[in-house]
Structure formats: C-alpha cells, structure tokens
C-alpha cells in the first residue's frame, strides 16, 4: 500500500464523506450515519459534531480544498447564531432546545475553541479569532479555579440534568483539550496573549497526570486530581499517551524529556499494538494489560503518534506507523469511504456506524495530516 497516496486521498474523502450530513433547510448537520453510509435524519444539532466538523473543513482550507469553504463559514454562523446560549458558552440543541443551557460543558467547549482558532488561522478573520479568544477565557473563569499548575482544568461549570458533561468533573481529557486549545490559538495569532499556560499545562501533566511508574497517562480521577481511580475496572487510555506526547510537542521549548517520550511510545508499543498492527487501547490499572476492541479514534491516534515518533526517533517506531496505518485502511475504511467506529483484533466490524454523536471523523484528519509528512512506508 502506497500510504502517501493513501493518506492524502483519505484526507479529501473525510472532507466529502461528511457533505451528506448538511441539512440545507434547517442549517446545521445531521450526525448519523449508518452501517450503508445513509443519513439517519435527526431534529438535533450535536455541538461535538459541528465543532469537530469545523476543524476539519477548516483544515481542508489551510491545504487549498476550496470546496471547504462554505461549508466552514456555513458551520461558523450555524454554531454562533444557533447554538451559543445567554450565557456566552455553546451548547447542542436537543428537541428544538438548547440543552442544559445553565451548565458549560468544558470538554466540548474546549473543541469549539479550537476548531474556530483553526478556522480563524485557516481564514485570517479577526472576529472568528476573537470568538475562540473570548470563549477560552470564559471557559478558564468558570473552570480554572485557582493555580492551573496545581488545580488543572474542571469540567463542568453550572448545572445540568442527565447527560451533562458526560467526560466528569475531574477527567485529564479535559486538561488535554485545554492544551491542544492553547496550541490552536497560538497557531491563530494569539502567542503573546497566552503566556506560560503551555508549561503550566506541562507541570500538571508530570505532577498529576503522568504515572511515572507505569508510564502511562491517568484519566479518570474521583474526589480531584490528587485521587486516581485506580480501582479494579479503570484504565488508562495509552492513545491519550500519545496525543499528550504530540500536543507538547508542537510547543517548542514545552515538550516532555526525551526519556518520558520514548517510554510513552514504547508502552503502546508493548502492550497496544497487535502484530497485525490493531491497537488495543485500553490499559486496565490492576491487570497491567490492554483489552478491548480497536476504535476508530484511538487507532487514528496510534498512527499520527508513531508517525511522530518515526520522524523524530526512526526506529521501532517507524514500523509501528506503518503496521497501524494498514489495519486501519484495511479495516475501518469501508469501500464506501465511511469509517467504521470499532473492530476487533480479528478485523471484525463491531460497530459499523459511520457517524454518530461522538464521531466526526476527526481523529481520522488529524491521523492523515501526519501521514501526508511520510515518504512511503
């Protein structure tokens, strides 16, 4: 498989794919997509669906697609005009409401972020750049509540029923969004404003989210940070491993010793990594193993974190990026170029779902903007 190829027209296709879940009467975009690649029409607009789709169209802009700009600026001022509430931050609209309007969401809001700083650098607008400005600090109001160093970020601000900010109060997904946020306002212009966030953010990680004995990453806490869920059942998402390596990465001076890199990158290479290049996940604290199936997000991640590691420390990383990025085309791409959501290790479709409220194919983008940097593996 000649995988440049294979990234950049992957890249393109994600980008088409997810034109059919335009809804060109009521604005905004559908969000599931079944087993056959047919849209299951629905009355609600999912924030994390619009936000992702937004980065994506966005960095469909930045490499010269023209056919993403309308959709993107369709998306900017579906989000702001539809789904903002009066309390400044975003939320999705449930049954022609907008849901949980009294509480804010960190994790998705952190996407609205930095999809709308990517859409800002992909277009140079000021008042989209603004946007993505005024919601993080908003976002850091309500969820910073004292030293980030110290306290990280929380996830959830106000009140809200069933369903609400589902990712928890104390979860290190949160802060790893921040970061990836702090990353896409930088790239929008916004360096000076933003200070040393990227080493606080850097500080808390080695202090309250890395596990320097198993060297992995922690993301489940229960009473706050200083309490890990360690509890028989929890787990430790080894593909957040490797986008915490990533994200540091792209801050120069804030990346993480040499020696806790290549431990992050070995440990999901032991443990995640099939020989038929399935990247089993999930980590469980009391038995030491990984388990489960393959998902759409984390091995899209397992090839953008190999590829990384590959350029900055060649091998065994070099064939880690090669083996997961062919279970992947081999086995979550479907000849209709919809993806599928989890296959096991045998590379059996468990979830043929293309799109669903947690699936934009965003992963798979950011997977593909790695790929295209590699020759041919």
Same mark, same amino acid.
């Given at each position: 498989?000649?995988?440049?190829?294979?990234?950049?027209?992957?890249?393109?296709?994600?980008?088409?794919?997810?034109?059919?879940?335009?809804?060109?009467?009521?604005?905004?975009?559908?969000?599931?997509?079944?087993?056959?690649?047919?849209?299951?029409?629905?009355?609600?607009?999912?924030?994390?669906?619009?936000?992702?789709?937004?980065?994506?169209?966005?960095?469909?802009?930045?490499?010269?697609?023209? &056919?993403?700009?309308?959709?993107?600026?369709?998306?900017?001022?579906?989000?702001?005009?539809?789904?903002?509430?009066?309390?400044?931050?975003?939320?999705?609209?449930?049954?022609?409401?907008?849901?949980?309007?009294?509480?804010?969401?960190?994790?998705?809001?952190? &996407?609205?972020?930095?999809?709308?700083?990517?859409?800002?650098?992909?277009?140079?607008?000021?008042?989209?750049?603004?946007?993505?400005?005024?919601?993080?600090?908003?976002?850091?109001?309500?969820?910073?509540?004292?030293?980030?160093?110290?306290?990280?970020?929380?996830?959830?601000?106000?009140?809200?029923?069933?369903?609400?900010?589902?990712?928890?109060?104390?979860?290190?997904?949160?802060?790893?969004?921040?970061?990836?946020?702090?990353?896409?306002?930088?790239?929008?212009?916004?360096?000076?404003?933003?200070?040393?966030?990227? &080493?606080?953010?850097?500080?808390?990680?080695?202090?309250?989210?890395?596990?320097?004995?198993?060297?992995?990453?922690?993301?489940?806490?229960?009473?706050?940070?200083?309490?890990?869920?360690?509890?028989?059942?929890?787990?430790?998402?080894?593909?957040?491993?490797?986008?915490?390596?990533?994200?540091?990465?792209?801050?120069?001076?804030?990346?993480?010793?040499?020696?806790?890199?290549?431990?992050?990158?070995?440990?999901?290479?032991?443990?995640?990594?099939?020989?038929?290049?399935?990247?089993?996940?999930?980590?469980?604290?009391?038995?030491?193993?990984?388990?489960?199936?393959?998902?759409?997000?984390?091995?899209?991640?397992?090839?953008?974190? &190999?590829?990384?590691?590959?350029?900055?420390?060649?091998?065994?990383?070099?064939?880690?990026?090669?083996?997961?990025?062919?279970?992947?085309?081999?086995?979550?791409?479907?000849?209709?170029?919809?993806?599928?959501?989890?296959?096991?290790?045998?590379?059996?479709?468990?979830?043929?779902?293309?799109?669903?409220?947690?699936?934009?194919?965003?992963?798979?983008?950011?997977?593909?903007?790695?790929?295209?940097?590699?020759?041919?593996?």
């Amino acid at each position: 498989m000649n995988q440049k190829n294979a990234f950049h027209g992957h890249f393109e296709g994600i980008l088409r794919y997810w034109e059919r879940c335009r809804d060109r009467e009521r604005g905004g975009l559908h969000h599931l997509i079944d087993a056959t690649g047919t849209v299951i029409p629905s009355p609600d607009r999912v924030l994390l669906i619009h936000a992702r789709q937004l980065y994506n169209y966005a960095e469909g802009q930045r490499a010269g697609l023209e &056919f993403c700009r309308e959709p993107a600026e369709h998306l900017f001022g579906f989000m702001t005009a539809a789904l903002r509430t009066p309390g400044g931050w975003y939320t999705s609209l449930v049954d022609g409401q907008l849901f949980c309007p009294d509480g804010l969401d960190t994790y998705v809001n952190l &996407f609205v972020v930095l999809a709308m700083a990517r859409y800002a650098q992909a277009t140079g607008r000021g008042d989209v750049r603004d946007e993505a400005w005024r919601l993080f600090r908003l976002i850091e109001e309500k969820t910073v509540a004292g030293d980030l160093r110290a306290d990280g970020v929380l996830g959830c601000w106000g009140t809200g029923g069933r369903g609400f900010a589902p990712i928890g109060k104390f979860a290190g997904n949160n802060v790893l969004h921040y970061l990836e946020a702090v990353v896409c306002l930088r790239d929008a212009g916004l360096e000076a404003q933003l200070g040393d966030r990227a &080493f606080a953010v850097r500080d808390f990680f080695l202090a309250r989210i890395l596990d320097p004995a198993e060297n992995v990453t922690l993301d489940a806490f229960r009473a706050g940070f200083h309490d890990p869920d360690r509890r028989p059942g929890a787990y430790a998402s080894l593909a957040h491993g490797l986008e915490w390596f990533g994200f540091f990465r792209e801050w120069p001076g804030a990346e993480l010793p040499e020696s806790i890199e290549r431990a992050i990158l070995d440990k999901a290479l032991a443990n995640a990594v099939q020989p038929n290049g399935a990247f089993v996940d999930q980590f469980y604290l009391t038995e030491r193993r990984c388990a489960g199936a393959a998902s759409f997000w984390t091995q899209s991640e397992a090839v953008k974190g &190999f590829g990384l590691g590959a350029r900055l420390f060649g091998a065994p990383y070099g064939e880690a990026f090669r083996r997961t990025a062919e279970f992947y085309f081999d086995q979550f791409l479907d000849a209709d170029g919809g993806v599928f959501s989890a296959v096991d290790r045998n590379g059996v479709a468990l979830s043929r779902m293309k799109g669903h409220a947690w699936k934009a194919d965003y992963h798979s983008l950011r997977m593909c903007v790695e790929g295209k940097l590699h020759e041919t593996a």
